[in-house]
């Protein structure tokens, strides 16, 4: 590792982002050096300008993608290299308001039947009954499981806030049930081949790789001949918006999801079809009162 990720990594831990963020940042600014094929602290403005112009018109990065990719330099540049962070004004994300995408209950079953692997048919099921992000599920250890007031104590979450959640019973016994497979002592799921040595067991050091769950949630959705733009976090938008349909309030939610702001969870009242209905309705019966 070079002097210069060493005191990035550093400074990332300090401001106490999460594992998950630290990778990404840093990756961001390894892709610029691979750019230019020269070390990041001799690049100046411009060049990072001319960057970003490549990744908009040549490479078509979306608004996510861009976002990125920007607060990663920016926060290399501003915080490790103490750059005026006047210097990144250059750049305006797009406005981007585009609905998530939303299955329904009967989708959510197709998709789940599906998943041939116990392992992620289980995770992906965890994911949609409890709301979680991919990083949350894969994350949860033996030690997180409540079952006795019957909730998921939630550690690794994005802004690194901790939160509880509910299990549901059915829940809770597949996750019982698949634990039995392989009792690691530490992981609910544990990845395969990567652990070490116990007597003449192998146990797992490490949970099951993000990558493969996304893969298995594709081909299942493939398969499903549901042309919906599905992926694993379309789970967790479909249990939000499922329980606003069922009457819970939006606050309860906004705390099952760990959402820091009220304003992250609003969008899912615009992807309620009872919701909808029910304007409807109502403003029928408005008219009908004139």
Known sequence: M???????LSDLQLKGMSERSQQIY????????????????LLTIDDIRNYFLHLKNVKNYSRTALK???YGLRFFYTVTLNWDLNSFHFFKLPREKKLPVVLNKKEVRKILSLIRLQCYRTCLTVIYTCGLR??????IKV?????????IHIKKSKGNYHRYVPLPMVTLNLMREYWKAHRNPEWVFPSPGRGSKKGDKTIAIKPIDRGCLQSAMHE???ESGIKKKASVHTL??????????????????????????IKTT??????????????????NRLARDL
């Not at 840093?26 to 602290?41: C, F, G, H, T, W």
């Not at 991919?134 to 994350?139: S, V, W």
């Not at 030690?143 to 909730?151: F, K, L, N, Y």
């Open 236 to 261: 967790r938008h479909s249990y939000a918006t499922h329980l606003l349909e069922a009457g819970i309030n939006l606050r309860v939610i906004q705390e099952y999801l760990g959402h820091a702001s």
């Open 220 to 222: 299942a959705v493939k």
């Open 134 to 139: 991919l990083q949350e599920a894969i994350n």
């Open 68 to 70: 990125i990719s920007y």
């Open 266 to 283: 609003v969008v899912y009242t615009h992807l309620t079809v009872k919701s909808s209905k029910n304007g409807v309705k109502a403003v």
């Open 26 to 41: 840093i990756r961001q600014v390894r892709m610029l050096a691979e750019y230019y094929e020269k070390s990041p602290d």
């Open 143 to 151: 030690g997180d499981i409540d079952s006795e007031r019957m909730v």
């Open 2 to 8: 070079t002097q210069l990720r060493q005191r990035m």
